[in-house]
Structures are given as structure tokens and as C-alpha cells.
């Protein structure tokens, strides 16, 4: 993972994995195909949201921020972290 200067800009921006043209800084702020900032929006659990274009299909996909930040800086998501025990569901709990 290594940032790509951009001078329009003048931070570091990262690619997102599986969303070309996309990049995102470390504060979060996703930038579009022609390095503009994209604006998000709050939805009604309080999460902040960007549209974006997944690689396959021109389909626009509504995705949460703290999620993109994650997938670009940690890798894919799964279920569990190698370092964090096995996520407990709220049958297991009873």
C-alpha cells in the first residue's frame, strides 16, 4: 500500500481495492475519478456514506466510509481478525 502524492490535492491518497479511480486520505475523505472530493452524507444510524462505482457494472453503490478506510488500509473484511478471538453471535450468549 503505497500512497500516491497527488499535487492537486497535496496529501497522500491511497487506491481502494476494487473501486478504480477512487482513493481515500487518512482522514477519510474518499476522492473521485478526477481527484475531487466526493460528499458524503449521514445516514439515519449516524454513519457517514459516499457513492461509488464497483468495478464490475456501472451500478452506483451507496458504501460507508469507516468501511472503504478498513478495506484500503487492513485488507478485506472477514468475519475475524487473526489476532481477536472467534465474533460470538447472540444465540451463543444464552
Known amino acids: 500500500m503505497n ?9 497522500a491518497l491511497f487506491e481502494i481495492p476494487g473501486y478504480p479511480g477512487y482513493k481515500i486520505d487518512r482522514q477519510g475523505t474518499v476522492y473521485g475519478k478526477k481527484n475531487k472530493p466526493l460528499s458524503p452524507y449521514k445516514e439515519k444510524r449516524g454513519y457517514l456514506r ?24 487492513f485488507g478485506p473484511s472477514s468475519n475475524t481478525f487473526p489476532s481477536s478471538p472467534p465474533l460470538k453471535r447472540r444465540s451463543d450468549l444464552q
Open 3 to 11: 500512497p500516491i502524492e497527488e499535487p492537486e490535492v497535496g496529501i
Open 50 to 73: 459516499v457513492c461509488v462505482l464497483k468495478k464490475k457494472g456501472n451500478k452506483s453503490r451507496s458504501m460507508l466510509i469507516h468501511r472503504l478506510m478498513a478495506f484500503t488500509f
